[in-house]
């Protein structure tokens, strides 16, 4: 599985729209690109997953690159509750999902 | 059940008891999924299951790890001898397929504390 590169932390306002970005340069054809987030002392939660096409749910959209070597995700409309780790994850199998260290997202009032 | 349910929620054993930690994936998941997290990281594989087939368990770190899930529901992973190491936050995922084009569920954990 291909290594992901995330910023260690983002700090956002309440009600505004978060970037997170995710490098992903040696991901091959067949990685999926999957996010995950997870708030203090919950288990990961499921976020969006895609292959190459833009991916839109109703917790965020994912903007994928067109060389896939990055990816994006966006929360439209940051609340507190959205305060959490966001982990990018690459994966060709599916299941040894590798989670790294993610990027921890403050959001303020 | 509504989601991934795993017992005991904390669990303190002595250093060298053997521990059985369960996993109550949700109802029709195939696949089924060990992670073990430290304080301030993330999850990090340890096994996985397709229905009552462990698949891979490359991520077991030696042999005093085992994990089964005999009628490809309910599954345990055992711990023996435990040493403090061993502590951890131990999670269980589950999801309704296997592939990678699929999301995984994943329980509230238990909490390991080797002392």
């Known amino acids: 599985d291909a290594k992901t590169t995330q910023p260690n932390s983002m700090e956002s306002n309440e009600e505004e729209p978060v970037h997170l970005p995710c490098n992903h340069s040696t991901i091959s054809g067949t990685d999926y690109i999957h996010w995950y987030r997870q708030l203090p002392s919950q288990g990961p939660e499921y976020v969006i997953h895609g292959l190459t096409s833009n991916v839109n749910n109703r917790m965020a959209s994912l903007a994928i690159a067109e060389d896939r070597k990055s990816s994006t995700l966006i929360l439209h409309r940051a609340t507190l509750r959205d305060a959490a780790v966001y982990y990018c994850i690459c994966s060709n199998s599916g299941y040894a999902l590798n989670f790294g260290k993610g990027t921890s997202l403050l959001v303020t009032p | ?115």
């Open chain 2, 1 to 115: 059940g509504a989601g991934v349910s795993q017992s005991p929620r904390y669990k303190v054993t002595k250093r060298g008891q053997d521990v059985a930690l369960r996993c109550d994936p949700i109802s029709g998941h195939v696949s089924l999924y060990w992670y073990r997290q430290a304080l301030g990281q993330g999850p990090e594989f340890l096994t996985y299951f397709n229905y009552e087939a462990q698949q891979d368990k490359s991520g077991l770190p030696n042999d005093r790890f085992s994990a089964e899930r005999p009628e490809g529901s309910i599954s345990t992973l055992t711990i023996q001898r435990t040493e403090q190491r061993d502590s951890a936050m131990y999670r269980c995922a589950s999801s309704k397929r296997q592939g990678r084009n699929t999301e995984a569920f994943f329980g509230q954990g238990t909490r390991l504390t080797v002392v």
